[in-house]
């Protein structure tokens, strides 16, 4: 079989025969949330913890599955290993798993909402962003603010993207490839739309604090990771200044792992990608998951888009 198959509320199906309802309030007012784990090697990395913040994210929203943990971890395996075969030698799938309230009908109050919607895909990670390993990326501040936790706590992954793809929408109209990065309501660096932000300074590596921000699983990792290359990480409060006079940042995020910053609001930081302390946890974050994920993903440029390259 050449096509992808998905599983939708029980059932394994054809991408192209996978359907939600229209009346789905997940559609119908972002009522749903979502994780999205990935494989390296063509094994599923991180798949429990990915499926246990989905559950922390249901419990918050008030969304009743009637699925534990170790059931959605077992269809998204399922799912996982009838798409496998699909897979080419350099190729790795992102796991999504999205659970939405259920049907609006016939009322429109969420606590009659029907049985939740539980969809489960697998799609190629976004090798389209490779080429800034090599240049790094340019990360532009928003007038956008991250959700606050008095409004929706950052923690929980909402399927409702609009205040991360307002951030989008403004960090791209200065530069149609930058990412954005969103500021806490105090003025705090948070995060960006589909990433947490590091920077380093004298060999010391900072992150805003858990507050305002999703709780990345890779932002974990990296965590995990720092001591055995002697990376020295602190949390804490951070306004754009520190940014300003830092020596090199990175993005963190599932698809892409660790991606090196160039440039912060034009201003350059590093001309040196990535930076010494940057590569030394690339390094370390290849050995723990037993693959070279920047050569991965520069193997999916074409021959020409990867001599234009530094
Ligand atoms: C807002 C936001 N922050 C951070 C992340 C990174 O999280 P993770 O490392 O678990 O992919 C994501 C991932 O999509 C995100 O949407």
């Known amino acids: 079989m050449s096509e992808r198959i998905a599983y939708v509320n029980g059932e394994f199906v054809l991408e192209s ?30 798949l429990r913890e990915h499926c246990e913040r989905l559950m922390r994210s249901l419990k918050y929203t008030h969304i ?15 799912v996982f290993n009838r798409n496998k075969h699909l897979l080419g030698p350099t190729d790795d799938y992102m796991i999504w798993i999205i659970v939405t309230r259920g049907l609006d009908v016939p009322s ?13 895909y697998n799609r190629p990670p976004y090798f389209i962003r490779a080429k800034f390993y090599r240049i790094g990326a340019h990360v532009v501040l928003t007038s956008t603010r991250r959700t606050p936790p008095e409004c929706l706590d950052p923690k929980a992954k ?11 929408f403004e960090a791209k109209m200065v530069d149609p490839e930058a990412f954005p990065l969103l500021l806490d309501l105090e003025g705090n660096i948070a ?13 010391r590596v900072f992150t805003p604090r858990p507050k305002n921000i999703l709780l990345g699983i890779t932002r974990d ?5 720092a001591p055995s290359v002697n990376v020295e990480i602190t949390e804490g409060n951070f306004t754009p200044y520190d940014v300003y006079v ?6 963190t995020t599932t698809s892409f792992c660790i ?16 930076g010494p302390v940057t590569a030394r946890l690339i390094e370390a974050w290849n050995r723990s998951v037993g693959m070279d994920v920047v050569e991965q993903a520069l193997s999916h440029m074409t021959p020409v888009e990867r001599a234009a390259l530094p």
């Open 108 to 120: 429109r109050n969420p606590l009659e909402a029907g049985k939740p919607t539980v969809v489960v």
């Open 64 to 78: 009743r599955l009637d699925l534990s943990a170790a059931d959605l971890e077992k269809i998204a395996l399922e």
């Open 221 to 225: 990792t990296i965590f995990e990771i």
């Open 259 to 274: 991606l090196p910053v160039s440039r912060f609001n034009g201003k350059v930081l590093s001309s040196n990608i990535p």
């Open 158 to 168: 909402i399927t409702n993207k609009m205040n991360h793809i307002q951030a989008e």
């Open 246 to 251: 830092a020596d090199e940042a990175f993005l």
């Open 17 to 46: 025969q996978a359907m939600v309802s229209i009346f789905d309030r997940g559609f119908v007012c972002g009522d749903g949330v979502y994780d999205v784990a990935r494989s390296f090697n063509h094994r599923p990395f991180k």
């Open 191 to 203: 995060e960006s739309s589909t990433a947490n932000f590091f920077f380093v300074r004298d060999g």
